[in-house]
């Protein structure tokens, strides 16, 4: 163990706090901003734990080359106030962290260009009122601003957008979230139910269902000593790619809506249904609730759901195909795609973009092949990944990601026909390792999933944490319209699809 940090060899391993070396902050500040100077190396969580009359941090950094995560951490005690040196201007990706962190403790970040709120929870340290919420301001008689929401005209959750224009063109997109704060890692302290905590993962963002549940369960396991089969890893794997080529094709249509191409829309609203339908079939949700529990499954894969699973595949391919080859050929859609909402891949990398995102900048990060999990570390995963950051990108990655994971899943498939398939019930009367740090990443549809746990010298849950990808990728989305006409703003925001709920955490 290096003295410096504590490194875990694979993902959802837990480990003994007490191994996790505290250093003093200056130390602390020097391996963090070290660690993440190399490209490998990426912040995956960055928070503090309060503990009587002590502040405790801990830095999570994967390495997406050895398939590692080192832990970071310090301490310090609860002054009036606690002031640390920010590592914001030297690792630009820390901002959203440090931000939170002081949100919640009070904890000021000297350096730092602008520490404001992430989610106003009701009980945070400042209790700012999101009507005195610091927007960033130009003063020029040539500029106007322009706001939208929180309160939107469709079916959309609560989120204010603030642009600064010159005429048409926008200089400035700052995004404001946190209008309903959910308290949901609180809960899963105070929930101490089992099946509660996995109905509440399902929970954190809608349309990540089965991402999130697998990220808790694997979490769960890990903590447990609970080793799944070898056929209910393939059964979570067949899963949560169902669930990214549900949202791919879903956001393909809303996409073609957003450029008024219609045909392209209802064709792809039509397959995603076939998809998701299948997945209703397969567990009476179409969005894979109640699919993943742990230690084993209530809905067991069978061969008349593998059969179905596999005719919709056939169905989708030729479909998706067919029209995809219309969207992305049609003159009036590549217009309003191609060359819009550009990030390059030094801003992606600068903010710590992840998933998708990161992939359409060439940046092949993928959580499947760097920190592989359940089935994948057994079975090839092919990465897509794009150079250009725009809307086109964002888009055409979609369907190159639909067709990869048809081929994962009928692979998966026929493993899954072929080997012993063992059927156990899920296990709620686990006992959890006390005294533990684990952590589990997944790689949803969106991007990474972290969720991490740390329990205390009894077993039960101390602290739970939870990352969705958006966190990330919302500041993506502030840098793609820079430059763009405010008119672009609908189908930029689009091509991200990133979830306020599973921010608002």
């Not at 794997?237 to 669930?243: G, L, P, T, Y």
């Amino acid at each position: 163990m290096n003295q410096k940090y504590r490194e875990i060899e694979n993902n959802a391993y837990p480990v003994d706090i007490q191994q996790v070396p505290l250093l003093d902050y200056d130390d602390f500040y020097d391996v963090v901003r070290g660690l993440l100077k190399e490209e490998e190396n990426h912040c995956i969580n960055y928070f503090t734990v309060e503990k009587e009359e002590d502040l405790f941090f801990y830095c999570c950094i994967a390495n997406d080359v050895s398939k590692s995560i080192k832990l970071v951490s310090h301490s310090c005690k609860k002054e009036n106030p606690v002031l640390l040196r920010s590592l914001t201007p030297d690792c630009l990706g820390l901002s959203i962290f440090e931000r939170e962190i002081h949100e919640n403790f009070s904890v000021g970040f000297t350096g730092h260009p602008w520490l404001k709120p992430v989610r106003y929870p009701h009980d945070n340290a400042d209790k700012p009122a999101m009507a005195d919420y610091p927007f960033y301001e130009i003063d020029s008689e040539e500029l106007h601003e322009v706001g939208v929401g929180p309160v939107h005209a469709g079916v959309i959750e609560p989120g204010h957008f603030r642009f600064i224009c010159n005429g048409e063109k926008v200089l400035h997109l700052e995004i404001q979230l946190g209008y309903q704060h959910r308290g949901i890692e609180k809960l899963f302290i105070e929930k101490e139910s089992s099946l509660q905590r996995c109905i509440l993962s399902e929970s954190i963002a809608g349309d990540t269902s089965v991402g999130h549940g697998l990220a808790h369960t694997q979490l769960i396991e890990s903590l447990a000593g609970i080793l799944p089969a070898e056929s209910l890893q393939i059964e979570r794997c067949i899963a949560i790619e169902m669930e990214r080529m549900a949202v791919h094709i879903g956001d393909t249509a809303a996409l073609c809506g957003d450029v008024a191409y219609q045909p392209g829309q209802v064709v792809c609203e039509a397959i995603r249904t076939l998809v998701i339908n299948t997945t209703q079939l397969w567990c009476g949700n179409r969005f894979g609730k109640g699919l993943i529990r742990p230690g084993g499954s209530n809905y067991p894969l069978n061969d008349e759901v593998a059969g179905a699973i596999l005719k919709v595949l056939d169905e989708t391919e030729r479909r998706y195909t067919e029209i995809k080859s219309l969207i992305f050929s049609l003159p009036s859609v590549l217009a309003r795609f191609e060359d819009i909402g550009k990030i390059t891949r030094e801003q992606a990398s600068a903010i710590g973009a992840v998933g998708m995102a990161a992939r359409t900048c060439g940046i092949p990060m993928d959580i499947r092949v760097s920190h592989p999990f359940q089935y994948f570390r057994e079975v090839l995963v092919n990465p897509v990944v794009l150079e250009s950051g725009d809307v086109l990108a964002r888009s055409m990655i979609r369907n190159s990601e639909v067709s990869e994971s048809v081929r994962i899943i009928r692979n998966l498939i026929g493993i899954w026909k072929n080997i012993n398939r063992k059927v156990n019930s899920p296990v709620y009367d686990y006992k959890l390792k006390p005294g533990s740090f684990a952590v589990s990443l997944v790689e949803g549809w969106r991007g990474e999933i972290c969720h991490i746990a740390i329990t205390d010298n009894l077993g039960k849950i101390d602290h739970y944490k939870i990352k969705d990808p958006s966190l990330h990728n919302w500041m993506a989305l502030a840098l793609a319209v820079r430059n763009q006409e405010i008119s672009d703003f609908p189908v930029c925001n689009k091509s991200f699809n990133l979830s306020y709920c599973g921010n608002d955490l």
